[in-house]
């Protein structure tokens, strides 16, 4: 399995746009994409600017079809104004036998 993480900083005055683009995109990745396992959206309670995502794959290769997708596509055109920054790590998730 591959695993995303993704963090966001997103400008205070677009945190309830950013919330409603990145919660539809998780559920199109999760509808749409078989090889999509988890797509999991973590706000910060803190500090609402701050948005964590946890994504899980089949592989690598499910990863890039995944920012291949129209959907992808349509949240990066969306969010892009809506955030300071964005912080992208990849990981090879272990599970015990």
């Known amino acids: 399995?591959?695993?995303?993480?993704?963090?966001?900083?997103v400008k205070k005055e677009a945190i309830e746009a950013f919330r409603?683009?990145?919660?539809?995109?998780?559920?199109?990745s999760l509808t749409k994409e078989a090889s999509c396992r988890r797509f999991d959206v973590c706000f910060d309670p803190v500090r609402d600017e701050r948005v964590f995502l946890y994504e899980i794959y089949d592989d690598r290769a499910a990863f890039d079809r995944h920012r291949e997708t129209a959907h992808f596509a349509q949240f990066?055109?969306?969010?892009e104004p809506l955030v300071k920054s964005k912080s992208v790590e990849t990981w090879h998730l272990h599970t015990p036998a």
């Open 76 to 79: 990066n055109r969306t969010t």
């Open 20 to 28: 409603a683009a990145v919660l539809q995109q998780a559920e199109n």
């Open 1 to 9: 399995m591959f695993a995303v993480t993704v963090v966001f900083e």
